[in-house]
């Protein structure tokens, strides 16, 4: 089975940043898109950014100009690069990759567990 696993969250002051990475593994034919997703508690889970297999990028207007997506395809494994960090970027932070599976025809959307973002004031 397919699985993705998300690392790289933590504590960090204002201003400061952090990289995300994610990487998929498991029964893998292709990963199309991928992308990143947060939730503050109570809140809803909106898209932050997005990337497809050949590069092409989608940002949240409110991470434009301080967080990069970016992706190395011989890895499985895509990135966040967050800077200038701020308070309101706190949040549980989820991969999301579009995958077909090996000896599949058909494309599955799959979530990893998450990694915590804090962002200290």
């Known amino acids: 089975q397919v699985q993705l696993v998300e690392s790289g969250g933590g504590l960090v002051q204002a201003g400061g940043s952090l990289r995300l990475s994610c990487a998929a593994s498991g029964s893998i034919f292709r990963i199309n898109d991928m992308g990143w997703y947060r939730q503050a508690p109570g809140k809803q889970r909106s898209l932050v950014a997005t990337?497809?297999?050949?590069?092409?990028?989608n940002t949240a207007n409110s991470v434009k100009g301080r967080f990069t997506i970016s992706r190395d395809n011989a890895k499985g494994t895509v990135y966040l690069q967050m800077n200038s960090l701020k308070p309101e970027d706190t949040g549980i932070y989820y991969c999301n990759a579009k995958i077909i599976p090996r000896f599949s025809l058909y494309q599955v959307g799959y979530w990893g567990n998450g990694t915590l973002v804090t962002v200290s004031s």
């Open positions: 990337i497809t297999s050949g590069g092409s990028t």
